[in-house]
Each structure stands twice: as C-alpha cells, then as structure tokens.
C-alpha cells in the first residue's frame, strides 16, 4: 500500500503507514468491515463522525454525572462538618456510637 500522504510503501495489509502514521485501513466500529477510505462504512452504512461524536458525548455525560455525585458527597459532608457548632455533632456521635455497636456485635 502506498500512503497518500508521504508516498511510502507499507506491507499490505497495515492500517497505519510506518512513516508518517496516517491512516490507511479504515474499520467500522459497527460491522468490523475493512475499507481503504474514511467517512461512512461501504457495507453498513455507518457515518463515522457521527458515532466517534456519539461515543464522546456519552463518555463526556457519565463523566460529568460521576463528578455531580463526588461533588454532592463533598458538599453534604462539609455542611455536616460546619454545622458540628449547631447541632452538637449528633450525626457523628450516631456514626461513632454505630460503628461500636457493630463491632460489639460481631464479637
């Protein structure tokens, strides 16, 4: 195979030119086929920007879904920490008092 981009012969076969690293086997993400060109998949029809952007939009909602439930847990143990002066700390006496109850138990 001849690389478009640099002119160097790569063994048939390879996806990327040993040179220069420009893609010169394409595969569809969905049926597997092998094509010697981007865009859309010759057998299924697939368009591949389109579901690269799909993948990255989804991995980019979990990632951010994830991170809203870490910040919630942070919040939520800091105004418990802040409001110790208020409340007389009950919420950590539960949690100590709870945590010996159990290892008192399972003795």
């Known amino acids: 195979m001849i690389c478009p981009r640099c002119g160097r012969a790569n063994p048939e076969g390879v996806q990327f030119c040993t040179l220069c690293h420009e893609t010169l086997l394409f595969k569809c993400p969905i049926c597997w086929h092998v094509q010697k060109h981007g865009g859309s998949c010759e057998k299924c029809g697939t368009n591949f ?56 138990l399972a003795r």
């Open 49 to 104: 920007t389109a579901y690269a952007g799909l993948c990255l939009a989804q991995i980019s909602h979990e990632e951010q879904q994830a991170a809203i439930d870490r910040f919630k847990g942070e919040v939520s143990l800091l105004s418990q920490i802040l409001l110790i002066p208020l409340t007389g700390g009950r919420w950590l006496w539960r949690l100590i008092i709870g945590r010996l109850v159990s290892r008192l």
